[in-house]
């Protein structure tokens, strides 16, 4: 009920994402819905992504190693998903905990560290090692690339 301009300029300085007055019309609703999700990322992922032998199936959320399945939690399969959607790009640990975790999560960024163990570790596959793919980025986070990877 709050429509003066001071109380949109302190709901959006506080954190919103968007500020919507009444009355509103319900189509107007489901525009800033759909624009604030698509800039949150939701549904841009692809269905199915592949780097070399490695394939990440978003559909039935499952990973596969030259057609063996891996096996890994939901959080190392979230950021497997988020880095191979985002090749080549550096993130932080916070940027991950935001993209990754959801930005109302509250953890330590040192946990970020611990899933990419796990991810890495997951990544390894008898003969095959692609946790290589995962790369640290010094003083900054972590990258997902596809160059320079021995996975023989």
């Known amino acids: 009920a ?4 001071d109380n949109v300029i302190q709901g959006l300085e ?3 994402d968007d500020y919507i007055t009444t009355p509103f019309a ?3 609703l489901i525009a800033r819905i759909k624009a604030l999700l698509r800039r949150a990322g939701v549904g841009d992922g692809a269905d199915r992504m592949q780097v ?8 039935s959320r499952r990973v596969f190693l030259d057609e063996d399945p891996l096996d890994m939690g939901p959080t ?3 950021l497997l ?11 932080s640990r916070n940027q991950l905990l935001d993209q990754v975790w959801g930005a109302n999560v509250y953890v330590e960024e040192r ?9 890495r570790k997951a990544l ?13 980025v010094r003083g900054t986070g972590y990258r997902f690339s596809s160059r320079g990877v021995n996975a023989g």
Do not use: C, W
């Open 14 to 16: 506080v954190g919103a």
């Open 81 to 91: 998903q988020f880095f191979m959607s985002h090749p080549e790009r550096a993130y």
């Open 124 to 136: 390894q596959s008898g003969v095959k090692d692609y946790s290589g793919l995962i790369q640290t």
């Open 76 to 78: 190392e399969f979230n």
């Open 52 to 59: 070399s032998q490695l394939v990440l199936d978003g559909k």
């Open 111 to 119: 946990t970020v560290d611990v899933h990419i163990r796990r991810l």
């Open 2 to 5: 709050k429509t003066t301009e």
């Open 26 to 28: 319900p189509r107007e």
